[in-house]
């Protein structure tokens, strides 16, 4: 019982994000079977980018619900983050995430957050999106 409490309290993401300029994936990881096949999670990741692409999202991060999640992005040169949370979740603690995430790209790009420098360096990426959420 008090394990499926902790479960039922505590914020979980759902899936991150990394998207280029045209909506492309560079790197995803999705955390729920909330979107159990590849299309499912390729309409996801097109319609959220569609959903937030006329947005100027800066240095700051920005919150969108959508499809009954709350959306947490922001763009970094000609790349797109975005973590995606229950409707019940911490839009704060999404965004921590999300800054942490691109924060960590950040240092291992050398400050080059670029399409191009991020698939040089998809191996370090990929660690990072295993490392940075545990289990979701």
Same mark, same amino acid.
């Given at each position: ?10 914020? @979980? ?9 045209? /909506?492309?994936? %560079?790197?995803? +990881?999705?955390?729920? !079977? ?22 100027? @999202? ?9 499809? /009954?999640?709350? %959306?947490?992005? +922001?763009?970094?040169? !000609? ?43 998809? !191996? ?13």
């Amino acid at each position: 019982l008090g394990s499926m409490f902790a479960q039922e309290t505590c914020p @979980s993401v759902k899936n991150i994000l990394l998207l280029d300029s045209e /909506g492309k994936r %560079v790197a995803v +990881k999705y955390y729920t !079977d909330d979107w159990p096949v590849l299309s499912a999670k390729l309409a996801f990741e097109k319609s959220v980018f569609v959903k937030t692409q006329k947005a100027s @999202s800066g240095a700051e991060a920005e919150i969108v619900m959508f499809d /009954g999640q709350i %959306v947490v992005y +922001k763009f970094i040169q !000609d790349l797109h983050f975005f973590v995606t949370g229950g409707d019940e979740d911490n839009e704060l603690i999404l965004a921590s995430v999300l800054q942490g995430f691109a924060d960590a790209i950040d240092i291992i790009l050398r400050n080059n957050v670029d399409k191009r420098t991020a698939l040089e360096n998809l !191996d370090l990426i990929l660690l990072c999106l295993d490392e940075i959420v545990d289990g979701g």
